[in-house]
């Protein structure tokens, strides 16, 4: 990632990569970063995020609507998941392994 990129990517990383496949709009991230920022804040805020969103499409961690989005709409990105090409889910939920950690033993 970038240098200017860095400063929130903790947090964008912590809260996209802990919902999968939900779609977030910059200000819904803003609100997660800096709760109580005044708008002044905020604005510098979203631009370190932004910065954050590009570089991690650019690396192909999100997805996002920009090209689909008209001028002044809000672009929605989110963490991709693991689908097939078809971008359904590669299992059906009955297909998941059960797992019971006391068999291990």
Known sequence: MEEGAVKYANEVINLM??????RFKVRHIVGY??????PKQRA???????RVLYALETNGQICSSRAQTVNGGDA????????????????????????NCAYRF
């Open 17 to 22: 990569g802990a919902h999968p496949g939900r």
């Open 33 to 38: 970063v800096a709760p109580n920022s005044t």
């Open 44 to 50: 510098s805020i979203r631009v370190g995020i932004q």
């Open 76 to 99: 929605e990105y989110w963490w991709k998941t693991a689908t097939s090409s078809s971008c359904r889910p590669q299992q059906k939920p009955q297909q998941y392994r059960q797992h």
